[in-house]
Structure formats: C-alpha cells, structure tokens
C-alpha cells in the first residue's frame, strides 16, 4: 500500500486511472470502513482511501479536538483490507490561511443533523468535492448510516454535474445491533447499553410496519415511550422522510427511511431504516 502525504503527488498518481474507486475517511477505521473498501474491490482498480479529520464538518462546541486518531492502527487496517492508496494529508495543504471557498447544498443541508449541526453539511461537502477534484473517482463508497449526508452528496454530484458514481452501502452493525461508528469509542459500558436503544428503537418500528401500521405519528409516539425508559438518553429526532429529497412525510412505504439521532451521555448518535430493507 502506497502512503501519499502530498496533494500533487496524489493528483499525479490517480490522473488517467479509469476504473478508481475511492473511499474518503475521517479514519478511527472500523469493518463499516472496510466492507466499503470491499464493496468497491468488485469493480474498481485501485482502491484509494483517505484519512483527514475535517475540521469544517464540526461546529465549535463538537468533538474535532477529541475525535479519535490512531494513524498507526488506520494504516494497518488499510493494509490489510487490500487499499491500494492511502492519502493522508494535513490540513495545512487543504486549507490553507487564505482558503475562501464551500460548497452548500441548500435545503438537504438543513434539515435532520443540520438542524443541530449547522455548517456541518456544507464542511462535508466542501471536503468531499476538493478530495473528488484531487482523486478524480469514477465510483465512491459512502455507508447509509449517513444517510443523510448520502442523498446531500448525491445531490451535490448532480447539481455540478460530476463524473462520478455516488455508492452507498449496508449499515454494517454489532452483534448486539449497534451500528458501526468511530463514535463509538467514546461510550462508557453502562453508555454502550443505553445506545442500544437506538437500534432497538428502529427494530421496533420495523415490527410495527410489518404489522400493518402505515401512520408515522404512530410510531413515533412508541418510540417516544420507548427512549423514555433509558437514563441518559436523549432524542434528537425521530423522523421519517423520503430518501429522494429528504422530505418529511407521515406515510410509511418503500422509500422511506425512519431515521433517529440522540444523545447518549455526550456522545452523539445516528441511526436509521430503510424501509423494505
Ligand atoms: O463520513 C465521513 O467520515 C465524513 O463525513 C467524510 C465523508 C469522510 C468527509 O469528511
């Protein structure tokens, strides 16, 4: 696996690669990571993963200073999992003193996490498109963990007519159900048990569905219930909306996803399902 640490040097090594297929990262690598490293190994030669902790995703009062770095742990991960490219580079390089610009998709970045994120999707989309300029993918992997963020870069990709195919990929989980997250790493024992209600809570949902239930409000209102009988534990939001362009809706079917962010402790969680899947 080849490190590169130098923004010409990884424009040089990716230009003319036609089948590149990339995997952007804020590292702390977990098998979420890597079965999108594997998921794009099908059809794409080679496989570039970057690392950077993106400093305009997070607001000033989130988690940038404590976010977790193990870069010696990531790149043996990244070695294993067959990545051809790591690009690792410093923040220095990508935004210098006198950086002025962003890209904002408007409205998708608003509404759900951006609501209590504000700047967040705007930091992401701003990272993403300079890493798409420098590695030039023709297919990149993102979970639907982030589903939000997804449908917000799908968006991007159409608006500014980019070449490139936008993969999402299965939410990998916990053998207790508890999606995969770097965040993760943060929750105390007690914490950790707590956070299972967030998956729980969507299993629930996905129960009543099969049920017959159809009214979001329905839903909602047990899963309300549901969170109450957790310490610690605070909702966000509980939403369902279709995955096309993030509209709120009540009506529960194919295409849309019951999507939850809460606090457990300090840390901040996001889950979701699509429904039919
Ligand atoms: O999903 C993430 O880890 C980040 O938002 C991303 C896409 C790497 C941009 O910093």
Redesign the pocket.
Known sequence: MKIIREINEIRRICRDKKSLGFV???GALHKGHLSLVETLQKDCYPIVM?I?V?PK?FGKNEDFAKYPRDLEIDIKLAEEAKVDMLFIPSEEDLYPDDYRTYIDVEELSDKLCGKSRKGHFKG?TT??LKLFNLIKPKVAA??WK?AQ?GIILKQMVKDLNLDVEIRMCDILRDSDGLALSSRNNYLSNEERKNALSISQALQLSSKMFASGVRDFSVIKKKLVEHFNSFSNTNIEYIEAFRIENLQETDFLEKGVIIAIAAKVGKTRLIDNWRIGE
């Open positions: 952007p990262t804020m970057s950077f993106n995703q992401v990272i993403v993102f979970g982030d963020q």
